[in-house]
């Protein structure tokens, strides 16, 4: 009885503070929004690029590129500057390898290949429908990736070619599906 | 789970998409909601079905298998299994991995283990010999033997996932053949 009574505090103790700790996040969350739009955009995506990330670990799925990592560069580099682009994709291709240990010339690759594709794609075809951009940036970055990794840095073909193909295809899906809406919010 | 509990949850899952369908459509066409959100609604959820039925599909995959074989599953995660049973009087268990770290991390990989209680000693240059090879119909990354507390086995990894009774069987049959012609003595346990 004692135990069960000491074990009732202790919980609510530790609801207590989970709630205080995601209040205090939502609270700098709302703070970046009001005082920094584009900061307050690469977290966001930066949060959204590593759930793809972990579910695709957790499911094991190393030759399906589930994260959203291209299709939230495009966003950053059409609706807030290309400045963001670039700032967002090293956070997730160069120093997120760096805090774990697991650079190499393969996050370099990666780095380079995001930050033209969708770069390029946005000061070419920036002015048309999103699908057409996104498509065409997308498709420049699995064709990309496929020549540097059969050539210059090769890695197992079966890999190769179904993470060129997969990127492509999630991407695309992200742009027709959560485009629109991210276009909104981001214009507004 | 009883077969009542089985059908039970796969009607609460059925009923729940359904739910979740029908009242984004009410908040769209009652104007609650604009389109684009409705889109991207409809696709999440889409999403998110899709990997439960994709793990759903490899957990009754697993569980023919496991049935065909006549082993038994002990333990894992509905993706990473491990099945134990007997196949010609030998103790085996199989496990399905991902590993998210390492050389071959993100590759699904079946291990199939000879095991023992009793302490074995293996020439490892020949069980070595297998090592990323094709074997009938399977890519052996590699063959080694591991010691434990409790066990001792030998440990062959498969590069991806094997659903087929026939090709689990050969590597068994293959491990079962390593065991005589790559052993060195075996010491009896106390």
Known sequence: ?188 | MEKWQKVSAKLSAIILSFLVLFVNLYLYLNGKIIFELLLALLFLQSLISGLMLFTYFLYKKFQRLADNLGFIYIQGTFMHPKFEGHYKGKWFQLHFVSKETGGDWGVPMTYVKLQWKEKKTFDDKKLAAHNRKDYKHSSIIEIKHVVRDYKNYLLLKRRWFTFSPKKIEELMDLLISLSESAKKKTVRKA
């Not at chain 1, 075809?125 to 057409?132: K, Q, R």
């Not at chain 1, 840095?153 to 990127?167: F, R």
């Open chain 1, 1 to 188: 009885m004692a135990i069960r009574n000491q074990q009732k505090p202790e919980k609510k103790n530790e609801l207590l503070s989970k709630v205080k700790k995601y209040g205090f996040y939502a609270i700098i969350v709302l703070l970046l929004i009001k005082l920094n739009k584009p900061l307050f955009f690469i977290v966001l995506f930066t949060v959204f690029a590593f759930i793809g990330k972990q579910v695709r670990s957790q499911f094991g799925l190393k030759m399906v590129v589930l994260d959203p990592l291209m299709f939230c560069a495009l966003l950053l580099a059409q609706f807030i500057d290309i400045k963001s682009a670039i700032i967002y994709v090293a956070i997730n291709t160069l120093i997120v390898d760096v805090l774990t240990n697991l650079v190499s010339i393969g996050s370099f690759l990666n780095f380079f290949l995001y930050t033209l594709s969708s770069v390029l794609s946005v000061m070419l075809f920036g002015s048309m429908d999103m699908l057409i951009y996104g498509c065409i940036g997308s498709l420049m970055y699995s064709v990309l990736y496929f020549f540097f990794r059969t050539t210059v840095l090769p890695d197992d073909p079966v890999a190769v070619t179904a993470k060129s193909i997969t990127s492509f295809v999630f991407t695309f899906l992200y742009i027709s599906f959560f485009g629109p809406i991210f276009k909104i919010i981001m214009m507004a």
